[in-house]
């Protein structure tokens, strides 16, 4: 089963995809978060490609595990996102995965100039391979 995750933000979307048997989750690529509501040509090509089966959307949470200030308007964007494309949605929590994928790159050598619009793709794939490591267990 192929997932594709989304990481909304308010300028960009962070996309990754599983591979088929849904065990590895890979950054694909980012998009300005308005093609991505609009349902754009380029986002749709990216489902086209994939053809996922289900979206994993970030759920912004608090330190505590609380739903985060911007979680609502994820949930009614991812929604809407879903019912667009005609796929269910799911969500996971995304607590602290941007920090991850700062880190990450900056590991790979990259400095903030050079991280800026990989980070929210990376972030997805930490995500998702979360959320893939669940549905094995």
Do not use: H
């Amino acid at each position: 089963m192929v997932a594709m995750a989304l990481d909304i933000g308010e300028k960009r979307v962070g996309i990754a995809v599983s591979d088929a048997s849904g065990r590895i989750a890979s950054p694909v690529k980012v998009l300005p978060a308005a093609e991505v509501l609009a349902g754009a040509r380029s986002f749709c090509y990216l489902v086209e490609d994939y053809e996922p089966e289900v979206l994993v959307c970030g759920r912004p949470m608090t330190l505590a595990g609380e739903r985060g200030p911007q979680a609502e308007r994820i949930e009614e964007q991812a929604q809407a996102i879903g019912r667009m494309l005609g796929l269910p949605v799911d969500f996971e929590d995304e607590r602290l995965s941007s920090a991850e994928a700062k880190r990450i790159l900056r590991e790979q050598g990259l400095n903030e100039k050079s991280m800026r619009g990989k980070v929210d793709m990376v972030a997805a794939s930490l995500f998702l391979q979360t959320w893939l490591d669940r549905q094995q267990s």
